[in-house]
Every structure is written in structure tokens, then in C-alpha cells.
T-cell receptor, first 119, second 113 residues
Framework: GAGVSQSPRYKVAKRGQDVALRCDPISGHVSLFWYQQALGQGPEFLTY????????KSGLPSDRFFAERPEGSVSTLKIQRTQQEDSAVYLC?????????????????FGEGSWLTVV | DQQVKQNSPSLSVQEGRISILNCDYTNSMFDYFLWYKKYPAEGPTFLISISSIKDKNEDGRFTVFLNKSAKHLSLHIVPSQPGDSAVYFCAASLYNQGGKLIFGQGTELSVKP
């Protein structure tokens, strides 16, 4: 497709279960971002990849969160031992340009998000 | 510590009138500001932006104003249309961290016919 694709769109996980969220960025996009959006809040930055390199993971809330982009295209966000506070929409975004060259918002395209509910 | 704040969770406006959405920030190092629009079950889409060296940017019905001394920006939509009904997010970024956006909580705009 032409846009950023995320799967699954909806996931219900039991507390303690591991989940994996997938992001297919726009083809050729160098930069990939993950954001977490809790109910009633704005998106919060989690991590950033430039190609396969994870250059910033300062927003990951705990060591239960892990992200990878091994071949510089598809990315997976993994959450281990899910907790109720992990319930949120997880947004993936991609950009043709690198963050250091001024990847401003008008070059960033968001996916529709993966809605995670932990019960 | 909320660096970008949108203090109005919702706003209701009559079609054809002006919509004014407000945003305040605390970090004087922010150098770029953006507005995103979000429909239910969709990802945010870019609407308009402004660099910190400017005080106004206009794109069709949308104008963003930046007041650096007050650390305040606003989005004006004139005239408002029912299709503008959505959640609007204000976001900011630091120099050379353009993709690492700091978002406000959002304002839900409802434009009534």
C-alpha cells in the first residue's frame, strides 16, 4: 500500500502476556518512529530508527519494551509481560528524511495505529 | 511534566465561523511547531507548521500564529466547515530532532452545520 501499515489493528492481551506489533513503513523511508497514545492524551515518543539503527530509545517506558528494525524496513515493537498501564494506541510513523537533517512533521506519515487493551 | 499543553479538551463552533485552537509550551528551545488533525480510528495527519523564526504561517483556511514571548501558538480555521470536526494536536520539536515530536493532549473540534 501507499501508506504506513500497522498490524494487528486491535489486540486484547491478558496481563502478563507478550505482544508484538508490526509496522510496515512507506517503501524507501529512512526514518521510523514509534509513539504511544494513551486514552485522552497526545502521542508520546517511544523510539526512533534510522534505517536499521535504533538511534533513540529514550521514550521506552521500561525494559519490557523492545523495538527492532533488522533490515531497515519493517519494524516490530514487542512488549513483554504486559501490564494494564500498557493499554494504549501504538502509532508508527515513517519519513523519507533522517531526523538529523531536519525531519520536520510535514514529512512524517503516521499509520492508523495498533490498539492494545490489556485485561 | 507536560511541555506542550492544550488546555481546552473540546471546542464547538458554528459552520462558517472562526475556530481558534490554542497551545502553550514551556521549553524555549523548541524551534518548530506543528498542528496535526486526527479523525477517529485514523493516524494523525499533518496540517500546518511554523518555524520559531516566524510569527505567522498561512495555508488556505488555516493560519498558525506563534507568540514566542508568551510561549503560545494558535491555529485559526476560517471559515470552519463540518469536515473540520476532528481532534487537533499541537506538537513541537527541538532543533535537529524534527521527527521526535512532543504533543499536546489534543482539542476536539466540533463544527455544527
Amino acid at each position: 500500500g501507499a501508506g504506513v501499515s500497522q498490524s494487528p489493528r486491535y489486540k486484547v492481551a491478558k496481563r502478563g502476556q507478550d505482544v508484538a506489533l508490526r509496522c510496515d513503513p512507506i517503501s524507501g523511508h529512512v526514518s521510523l518512529f514509534w509513539y504511544q497514545q494513551a486514552l485522552g492524551q497526545g502521542p508520546e515518543f517511544l523510539t526512533y530508527f534510522q534505517n536499521e539503527a535504533q538511534l533513540d530509545k529514550s521514550g521506552l517506558p521500561s525494559d519490557r519494551f523492545f523495538a527492532e528494525r533488522p533490515e531497515g524496513s519493517v519494524s516490530t515493537l514487542k512488549i513483554q509481560r504486559t501490564q494494564q498501564e500498557d493499554s494504549a494506541v501504538y502509532l508508527c510513523a515513517s519519513s523519507l528524511v533522517s531526523i538529523g537533517t531536519g525531519a520536520y512533521g510535514n514529512t512524517i506519515y503516521f499509520g492508523e495505529g495498533s490498539w492494545l487493551t490489556v485485561v | 511534566d507536560q511541555q506542550v499543553k492544550q488546555n481546552s479538551p473540546s471546542l464547538s463552533v458554528q459552520e462558517g465561523r472562526i475556530s481558534i485552537l490554542n497551545c502553550d509550551y514551556t521549553n524555549s528551545m523548541f524551534d518548530y511547531f506543528l498542528w496535526y488533525k486526527k479523525y477517529p480510528a485514523e493516524g494523525p495527519t499533518f496540517l500546518i507548521s511554523i518555524s520559531s523564526i516566524k510569527d505567522k504561517n498561512e495555508d488556505g483556511r488555516f493560519t498558525v500564529f506563534l507568540n514566542k514571548s508568551a510561549k503560545h501558538l494558535s491555529l485559526h480555521i476560517v471559515p470552519s466547515q463540518p469536515g473540520d470536526s476532528a481532534v487537533y494536536f499541537c506538537a513541537a520539536s527541538l532543533y535537529n530532532q524534527g521527527g521526535k515530536l512532543i504533543f499536546g493532549q489534543g482539542t476536539e473540534l466540533s463544527v455544527k452545520p
